[in-house]
């Protein structure tokens, strides 16, 4: 007789309906003990989420299970009613999402989120009920838990809403604790406070963890078990050493590699593909690929771009008049130079500052005070037609590709807008041909002309933010945590893609990201923020073998390992 906690057999899951269904997930099965953590992870569009919602049965209309069995403590869930599952939702199952703001209603304070759920699920009054969330909070380690109580959504840091997710979760001492990405849209240093949590919440209560993830170095740290999904299947699942140590299927092999390590410098990161279509063993291909030491830019190279002393403050308004009260320190006082044909890394927490001082920089957001030179010409003292003829050699790649392009214009009519702003290229016919070229160089479908945003993946139009970059051929580029949103795959693509321009065009480019290893496979040098000051600042190979901050040996300490 099966003792597991929850049984999933031959699971079918489908999308749409007649001639134009799509199968999501295809035949999975699997077993979830007590006290067990169970690791999925694939990249986006491997069918790891929508097989998670099938155990609560929450897949909306047009999906459905179309075959398959769901067993909770041996009691089958597909085909009860409502009533029933809401007794189990939440109560005996919970769940955390991804994205905690969309989880949240915004209009509810969060202590009242969680209280509600207590009330529909036990037999606690409302004093309580009231007790037991600030208890919650507490244990989730939320800082001044009253006050959190009565606080709004939208008060409260990402790493702090993800807290309150998990305190509601756990509100009625779930079984099943399904926890989907969520810790990818966090810091690393938050993302490690929150797994080590998981971990002693799973410990503390002895219930079960379903954890869903891109990143296998994220399942490292806290699963027993991992299970591999690729194109709605499980291509590889067992004891998460025995997976990590001896990848069987081309797919794991890849998300091992793909990921940038701490301890080692690559030429180029491996992709899925590498994998996927190459025969010869995975340990000797990323060996050939394996440099001893990173080709190190010129010390002596000519200095592109100077900032002196720059502060940018933000006004705190109060009052029917709105008269300035304070200032929020945003950035206090940063000096960094920047080489041309360099790549310097901006590390740093959310909230840091290290955005608002990439876009200092650029002037989209006027500076307080100091000086921002670009090749000896001070950027704030520019009158706006000169400023308009500089910005076509500074440019900026943002972090959200889904807010950054039009969602009304088409992929062509998005990197050709700024070419037309700037007079480049009369014609049409000519304009049409550049655009052309320019999404095959970014690794696109000249055919992608004509599509619209919703039409691409996330990775996809990451590579048109960066072909209408290009489309005004710059010299110095901001990448402002352009890759952050991005599965590890084709995080790898993207990084290898813009070395590859800045190679090709000799680009210099500020990377700003709040993932170390990242910067670390990027940056030749680093700068590392901390409350809007730069506390450390040097070689990149320096500052990871031998930091002189406290702050930066915590950001080191805090990226997963792996095994």
Not at 262 to 280: G, V, W, Y
Not at 482 to 487: N, R, T
Not at 493 to 505: A, F, M, R, T, V
């Amino acid at each position: 007789m099966n003792s597991a906690l929850l049984t999933v057999k031959d699971l079918h899951i489908e999308f749409g309906h007649g001639d134009q269904k799509v199968e999501a997930v295809k035949g999975v099965s699997f077993d979830l003990q007590k006290g067990e953590c169970l690791g999925i992870v694939g990249e986006s569009g491997s069918g790891k989420s929508v097989t998670s919602l099938s155990i609560m049965q929450l897949i909306s209309y047009p999906g459905k299970v179309s075959k398959g069995e769901i067993q909770f403590k041996g009691e089958e869930l597909i085909g009860q009613s409502n009533d029933q599952l809401n007794k189990i939702r939440g109560n005996k199952i919970a769940m955390i999402f991804q994205e905690p703001m969309t989880s949240l209603n915004p209009v509810i304070r969060c202590g009242k989120q969680i209280t509600e759920s207590l009330l529909e699920h036990s037999d606690l009054n409302k004093e309580e009920a009231k007790s037991r969330t600030i208890e919650l909070f507490k244990e989730v380690k939320l800082p001044r838990p009253e006050q959190i109580f009565d606080s709004y959504p939208h008060q409260l840091s990402g790493g702090q809403k993800q807290r309150v997710m998990i305190a509601m979760a756990l509100c009625c001492q779930p079984d099943i604790l399904i926890a989907d990405e969520p810790t990818t849209a966090l810091d690393v240093t938050v993302q490690k406070s929150i797994l080590e949590l998981l971990k002693q919440l799973l410990e503390k209560y002895g219930m079960s963890i379903i954890f869903i993830t891109h990143d296998l170095g994220v399942i490292a740290e806290i699963a027993n078990r991992v299970m591999v999904m690729y194109q709605g299947e499980i291509v590889e699942k067992g004891d998460l050493h025995k997976v990590f140590k001896n990848a069987e299927h081309p797919y794991t092999q890849g998300l091992i590699a793909c990921r940038p390590q701490m301890d080692r410098l690559l030429k180029r990161l491996p992709t899925i593909s590498d994998f996927m279509n190459n025969e010869q063993d995975p340990e000797n291909f990323i060996k050939s690929l394996q440099i001893d030491e990173k080709d190190k830019f010129q010390l002596a190279s000519e200095t592109v771009l100077k900032v002196e002393n720059l502060s940018t403050y933000f006004p705190v308004k109060s009052g029917i008049l709105g008269r300035t009260k304070s200032y929020v320190k945003a950035v206090e006082n940063v000096n960094i130079e920047v080489r041309e044909g360099e790549t310097l890394g901006l590390v740093g927490e959310s909230g840091c500052g290290k955005t608002t001082l990439g876009r200092s920089i650029l002037k989209l957001i006027d500076p307080y005070k100091g000086k921002v030179l670009y090749k000896d010409q001070e950027i704030s003292k520019l009158s706006n037609s000169a400023l308009r003829k500089l910005r076509k050699e500074l440019q900026i790649i943002f972090q959200d590709p889904y807010s950054s392009l039009n969602p009304r214009k088409t992929i062509g009519e998005a990197i050709k807008e700024p070419m037309q702003v700037h007079g480049i290229f009369n014609n049409s016919q000519d304009l049409k041909i550049e655009v052309d070229n320019l999404l095959v160089k970014v690794g696109l479908e000249a055919e992608m002309y004509d599509r619209y945003p919703h039409e691409l993946s996330g990775g996809q139009r990451q590579r048109v933010c960066i072909a209408r970059a290009l489309g005004l051929k710059p010299k110095f580029i901001i990448c402002d945590e352009s890759v952050s949103a991005l599965d590890v795959s084709v995080q790898a693509q993207i990084l290898n893609l813009l070395n590859d321009l800045k190679k090709e065009y000799g680009l210099t480019y500020i990377f700003i990201s709040h993932d170390l290893s990242v910067v670390k496979h990027m940056a030749d040098r680093i700068a590392v923020m901390k409350d809007g000051e730069i506390v450390e600042y040097g070689l990149t190979e320096e500052v990871y073998s031998n930091p002189q901050s406290d702050y930066t040996r915590k950001l080191i300490d805090a990226v997963p390992k792996g095994i």
